[in-house]
């Protein structure tokens, strides 16, 4: 046996002798590979040959209002950080997804379609290459003329520019004088341990994947533009008046709801610097994207909360809406809410960025310190919208989740604190009814093939409906399962010690499951299994009720938590709840026996939010 491979067998032994959370769960072979190689650790965390690939991007943009091109130059400082020698590189721009020859999961107008990219200058460590990107897709091979070795740099000088699509969704035109421009210049595609480069083009079915990098950015736009953008405005005083300038820095240390700007103030023309352009300039480091919105005649609105409170540290909160833009008038306060909530609560990890920022477009989307939402017309369903994108930067941009093939791994927890912050604004029985009715009704009513795939289906490969189901309600519904299961000081305990392992890295779903396998000091792998792994659904049955013993059946599968409701003859009644721990010995079958033995008239069975496929077999009565 050749030492490499004994090495490798070594390392995997003691690994499953120190811990067999593992063995029990598929693993595809390139993931044990990554273990093998310490790249990932069996206890959940990254090993101790853990690595992952790094950008310093510079960037200076101008975006024309009248023309709608986007054009820029940027500098991309690139580190190889893997053991590989790479012989190209993989630029991706995710927004050729315009292109009348990208593959797309959705049926698009027209008004969608632009000619995409057009590469200007390329070179590659000073070395002039000879690319228009005129053929490129959203991903693209660049056979380097000199290869980058191991643990080394090189710097990529790219001139770009792009015309905004008229049809706004996740980026492009909102009105003739309102852009949100985001995934706007090209970036090296990520390398990593377990797939190499990652060349999966973007569809708009399935979302992204981005390395951490560091971002010095500009943004040129005409006068009476304001630019709201990810990271920190460094020269509030280049481009503000005065006034506007002060109002803006006040706006960082209160919690007082400012308006930056009004509807009079920016049609006089007196909000910006005077300049036929003004550059604006933004910085952000360690994050996975940046993007900005700009406008002439967007209200502004500012504030700030305390996210971390044993450092008193602030996060700036503010919102651009067109003056019809109802919804987000409350904006300010609704996210200082949010923000404050999600810090202490769930997840309980302090805001990690210094802002964000509520654009008001069509996309209903998160960014890196913003979110895009529409006009909802509905002050209590715009909030719960607003909830779910601010917790997106947990997951996935505090975590550098991969969304286009594992997006239950952000979507299904922004779905859950979607869920729990839903409690406290409105009481459980509505966040229950909205849950019921917007997560998990529509898939549980549904019998197709496609509802009943496995979570842990790479995304990519999913349909539509199944896309949705899987990422969403069902991986939701799984990390509600486990908390009840754990009990929230273990389940919080365990989510903690995964994210303060895993932030800033790229977790994939083992490193989920190890990892709360070795915080709860529990073999949770029959659970994962179950939630993960199986085609299960939600759908349990009472079998027989004797001798105050009821008998459950899990007829769909999943290990589900759930009520007892027992009615006596004497018309008095007890809720008993069960935990998922009722079907870890017997996952088709649970026996509880009662402790109050008095005559039983009725018993039904109520999974909550975990709604059943067949309800009606739910209740037994006594004849």
Same mark, same amino acid.
């Given at each position: 046996?050749?030492?490499?491979?004994?090495?490798?067998?070594?390392?995997?032994?003691?690994?499953?002798?120190?811990?067999?959370?593992?063995?029990?769960?598929?693993?595809?072979?390139?993931?044990?590979?990554?273990?093998?190689?310490?790249?990932?650790?069996?206890?959940?965390?990254?090993?101790?040959?853990?690595?992952?690939?790094?950008?310093?991007?510079?960037?200076?943009?101008?975006?024309?209002?009248?023309?709608?091109?986007?054009?820029?130059?940027?500098?991309?400082?690139?580190?190889?950080?893997?053991? @590989?020698?790479?012989?190209?590189?993989?630029?991706?721009?995710?927004?050729?997804?315009?292109?009348?020859?990208?593959?797309?999961?959705?049926?698009?107008?027209?008004?969608?379609?632009?000619?995409?990219?057009?590469?200007?200058?390329?070179?590659?460590?000073?070395?002039?290459?000879?690319?228009? !990107?005129?053929?490129?897709?959203?991903?693209?091979?660049?056979?380097?003329?000199?290869?980058?070795?191991?643990?080394?740099?090189?710097?990529? @000088?790219?001139?770009?520019?792009?015309?905004?699509?008229?049809?706004?969704?996740?980026?492009?035109?909102?009105? +003739?004088?309102?852009?949100?421009? !985001?995934?706007?210049?090209?970036?090296?595609?990520?390398?990593?341990?377990?797939?190499?480069?990652?060349?999966?083009?973007?569809?708009?079915?399935?979302?992204?994947?981005? #390395?951490?990098? @560091?971002?010095? &950015?500009?943004?040129?736009?005409?006068?009476?533009?304001?630019? &709201?953008?990810?990271?920190?405005?460094?020269?509030? =005083?280049?481009?503000?008046?005065?006034?506007?300038?002060?109002?803006?820095? $006040?706006?960082?240390?209160?919690?007082?709801?400012?308006?930056?700007?009004?509807?009079?103030?920016?049609?006089?023309?007196?909000?910006?610097?005077?300049?036929?352009?003004?550059?604006?300039?933004?910085?952000?480091?360690?994050?996975?994207?940046?993007?900005?919105?700009?406008?002439?005649?967007?209200?502004?609105?500012?504030?700030?909360?305390?996210?971390?409170?044993?450092?008193?540290?602030?996060?700036?909160?503010?919102?651009?809406?067109?003056?019809?833009?109802?919804?987000?008038?409350?904006?300010?306060?609704?996210?200082?809410?949010?923000? =404050?909530?999600?810090?202490?609560?769930?997840?309980?990890?302090?805001?990690?960025?210094?802002?964000?920022?509520?654009?008001?477009?069509?996309?209903?989307?998160?960014?890196?310190?913003?979110?895009?939402?529409?006009?909802?017309?509905?002050?209590?369903?715009?909030?719960?919208?607003?909830?779910? %994108?601010?917790?997106?930067?947990?997951?996935?941009?505090?975590?550098?989740?991969?969304?286009?093939?594992?997006?239950?791994? =952000?979507?299904?927890? !922004?779905?859950?604190?979607?869920?729990?912050?839903?409690? !406290?604004?409105?009481?459980?029985?509505?966040?229950?009814?909205?849950?019921?009715?917007?997560?998990?009704?529509?898939?549980?009513?549904?019998?197709?093939? %496609?509802?009943?795939?496995?979570?842990?289906?790479?995304?990519?490969?999913?349909?539509?409906?199944?896309?949705?189901?899987?990422?969403?309600?069902?991986?939701?519904?799984?990390?509600?399962?486990?908390?009840?299961?754990?009990?929230?000081?273990?389940?919080?305990?365990?989510?903690?010690?995964?994210?303060?392992?895993?932030?800033? $890295?790229?977790?994939?779903?083992?490193?989920?499951?190890?990892?709360?396998?070795?915080?709860?000091?529990?073999?949770?792998?029959?659970?994962?299994?179950?939630?993960?792994?199986?085609?299960? &659904?939600? @759908?349990?049955?009472?079998?027989?009720?004797?001798?105050?013993?009821?008998?459950?059946?899990?007829?769909?599968?999943?290990?589900?938590?759930?009520?007892?409701?027992?009615?006596?003859?004497?018309?008095?009644?007890?809720?008993?709840?069960?935990?998922?721990?009722?079907?870890?010995?017997?996952?088709?079958?649970?026996?509880?026996?009662?402790?109050?033995?008095?005559?039983?008239?009725?018993?039904?069975? #109520?999974?909550?939010?975990?709604?059943?496929?067949?309800?009606? +077999?739910?209740?037994?009565?006594?004849?």
């Amino acid at each position: 046996m050749k030492k490499r491979s004994l090495q490798l067998l070594l390392i995997a032994f003691v690994f499953l002798a120190q811990n067999s959370f593992s063995q029990e769960l598929y693993m595809p072979r390139n993931i044990k590979e990554s273990y093998a190689d310490n790249v990932r650790s069996m206890d959940g965390k990254p090993g101790k040959n853990y690595w992952q690939n790094h950008g310093k991007y510079t960037i200076a943009l101008q975006v024309n209002a009248d023309t709608k091109i986007v054009s820029g130059t940027e500098t991309i400082v690139y580190e190889n950080n893997s053991n @590989d020698t790479l012989k190209n590189l993989r630029i991706r721009f995710v927004n050729n997804i315009h292109k009348k020859t990208s593959p797309r999961a959705v049926q698009n107008s027209e008004d969608f379609f632009t000619d995409g990219l057009t590469i200007t200058a390329l070179k590659i460590e000073g070395i002039v290459y000879k690319e228009d !990107a005129k053929d490129w897709g959203t991903v693209e091979k660049v056979k380097m003329k000199k290869p980058l070795p191991p643990h080394s740099k090189i710097t990529i @000088d790219i001139d770009w520019n792009y015309p905004l699509s008229k049809l706004s969704g996740r980026e492009g035109q909102i009105d +003739n004088s309102t852009f949100f421009v !985001a995934y706007s210049y090209p970036r090296v595609s990520v390398f990593d341990d377990y797939n190499k480069w990652d060349d999966l083009p973007h569809t708009s079915g399935q979302e992204f994947y981005n #390395d951490f990098n @560091d971002y010095t &950015y500009s943004v040129e736009a005409p006068k009476n533009y304001v630019v &709201y953008g990810t990271g920190d405005l460094l020269n509030p =005083d280049e481009v503000l008046q005065p006034e506007f300038a002060s109002r803006l820095k $006040k706006s960082y240390t209160t919690d007082e709801v400012l308006h930056i700007a009004n509807e009079q103030e920016m049609k006089s023309g007196i909000v910006t610097t005077q300049n036929e352009w003004n550059v604006w300039k933004f910085e952000a480091k360690n994050i996975t994207d940046v993007c900005f919105g700009l406008s002439d005649h967007y209200l502004w609105d500012a504030g700030s909360v305390v996210v971390d409170k044993k450092t008193n540290r602030r996060a700036s909160i503010q919102a651009a809406y067109d003056v019809a833009g109802t919804d987000f008038v409350n904006s300010i306060k609704n996210n200082q809410y949010a923000l =404050d909530w999600f810090s202490n609560n769930w997840p309980g990890i302090p805001y990690p960025f210094s802002k964000m920022t509520a654009f008001q477009g069509f996309a209903d989307m998160e960014y890196p310190m913003m979110c895009n939402d529409s006009q909802m017309g509905d002050p209590v369903f715009a909030q719960l919208v607003q909830d779910h %994108e601010v917790a997106h930067t947990y997951f996935p941009f505090y975590m550098g989740i991969n969304e286009t093939r594992y997006a239950f791994m =952000d979507e299904g927890w !922004a779905t859950t604190f979607e869920y729990l912050i839903g409690i !406290a604004e409105h009481g459980k029985e509505a966040a229950d009814k909205f849950y019921k009715e917007f997560r998990v009704q529509q898939y549980i009513n549904d019998p197709s093939t %496609e509802e009943d795939q496995p979570i842990i289906t790479m995304s990519s490969q999913l349909s539509d409906s199944g896309y949705g189901n899987n990422s969403y309600g069902k991986a939701s519904l799984s990390y509600i399962a486990l908390k009840d299961l754990l009990g929230d000081d273990l389940f919080k305990k365990s989510l903690h010690a995964y994210m303060d392992k895993w932030n800033g $890295k790229h977790p994939i779903p083992w490193d989920y499951f190890n990892s709360f396998n070795t915080a709860s000091g529990k073999n949770l792998n029959w659970f994962f299994n179950n939630w993960f792994f199986t085609n299960n &659904y939600i @759908d349990i049955s009472i079998k027989n009720v004797a001798k105050n013993v009821v008998s459950v059946e899990n007829v769909g599968g999943f290990a589900i938590p759930f009520d007892i409701i027992v009615t006596y003859s004497d018309k008095t009644t007890e809720t008993i709840h069960q935990t998922p721990a009722v079907w870890q010995a017997n996952q088709k079958r649970a026996v509880i026996a009662l402790k109050n033995k008095k005559e039983i008239k009725q018993v039904t069975v #109520d999974g909550g939010i975990f709604m059943d496929a067949t309800p009606k +077999n739910n209740t037994w009565s006594s004849k």
